[in-house]
């Protein structure tokens, strides 16, 4: 459940702000980027640098994952 809320917050930043992925995994609770992007990936199916860039692509600040 931890998990789910820090990943949808990250999904916020990464959609809105231009912090980088490790920027946003430490502001997100995550200790370890390697973790993070673990994570990430398992819960949205994409890598958090992936899922920025369909959200840029797709212009709607959220990715179609």
Do not use: W
């Not at 990250?10 to 997100?28: D, G, H, K, W």
Request: glycine share 6%.
């Amino acid at each position: 459940f931890v998990n789910n809320m820090r990943i949808s917050k990250a999904c916020q930043l990464l959609a809105n702000t231009t912090l980088s992925a490790s920027e946003i995994c430490y502001a997100c609770g995550f200790n370890n980027v390697n973790h993070f992007n673990r994570v990430f990936k398992s819960t949205v199916g994409l890598s958090p640098t992936q899922y920025r860039a369909s959200c840029r692509k797709d212009g709607s600040g959220e990715a179609q994952a």
